[in-house]
């Protein structure tokens, strides 16, 4: 996990590649934070909101060097047809109700029943998925709903997770193959799939799922392929000779 810490702003890594870390890592903490509120049942809009405060502070702290990438007119007529999907879809999720069955049999009504309860229990309904599956994008649902105290953008979520997919899909190409027209062309590739563009809407955890899948890809390959040299390189000013170990060495702790 201390690699992917220092993905951030360490290794020699490319923009894409460090916005999916800082994205990985914040959902990491944010979904934890989730489940601190949750099991301790004080899951209310003002301890969300405290929560959310503190996030963006310490986000603005710890990413004020960070650097967007520069986008070539190549790219950015690329990115255009994405851009009015987005624009879209977005419009489309606060006009229409939720209507796909996964999101209305089990979705939702755990979501609607953490949102209620103000935390996590053993809910029982006639879907054994309401009891029994895990719940982190639940929680999330859970967020929008008690901020929000409405369902009306719970669908936002999902496109939020359309775009970091396609951030790290883009990531994983150019570290593939390298910097270059093709990094735009598969992203818009990508992004034209028909199954994720109708997930892109949807109040559905496959995206997200993905997302965490393609995150862990890229940097489990390069943490195999490299071990903890880089980790040791970003560690080695502080002096930390028990962070890293031997130099070269695979350290256990960075794949926890």
């Given at each position: ?16 590649e ?15 934070v ?5 099991l ?8 969300l ?13 710890a990413l ?21 999907w ?30 209620q309860?103000h935390g996590?229990g ?19 649902l859970?967020?929008?709903m008690?901020?929000?105290g ?18 790290a ?24 799939t ?22 862990a ?13 880089t ?26």
């Amino acid at each position: 996990m201390d690699c992917l810490f220092l993905s951030v702003k360490d290794f020699d890594a490319r923009p894409l590649e460090r916005i999916t870390a800082v994205a990985v890592v914040g959902f990491m903490l944010w979904i934890g934070v989730n489940w601190v509120l949750a099991l301790t049942h004080t899951l209310t809009r003002t301890m969300l909101s405290i929560a959310i405060v503190a996030f963006i502070a310490v986000s603005l702290f710890a990413l004020r060097r960070l650097r967007l990438p520069k986008i070539d007119t190549f790219t950015l007529v690329m990115l255009v047809p994405i851009a009015l999907w987005i624009a879209y879809i977005l419009w489309r999720g606060v006009i229409l109700p939720p209507d796909n069955h996964d999101a209305l049999a089990y979705h939702l009504p755990k979501a609607a029943f953490i949102a209620q309860t103000h935390g996590y229990g053993y809910f029982v309904t006639g879907d054994p998925r309401v009891t029994v599956l895990p719940a982190n994008y639940e929680l999330l649902l859970s967020d929008v709903m008690i901020l929000t105290g409405t369902d009306h953008i719970t669908e936002w979520l999902n496109t939020l997770f359309y775009v970091l997919f396609l951030i790290a899909t883009g990531a994983a190409i150019e570290r593939w193959f390298g910097p270059g027209p093709q990094v735009a062309a598969s992203v818009i590739a990508t992004a034209a799939t028909p199954v994720l563009l109708l997930h892109s809407g949807a109040d559905k955890n496959d995206l997200m799922t993905c997302f965490f899948a393609v995150a862990a890809l890229l940097f489990g390959a390069r943490w195999v392929v490299q071990g903890n040299e880089t980790a040791c390189r970003g560690s080695a000013r502080r002096a930390d000779p028990i962070f890293c170990g031997a130099p070269h060495s695979r350290a256990t702790h960075c794949v926890a």
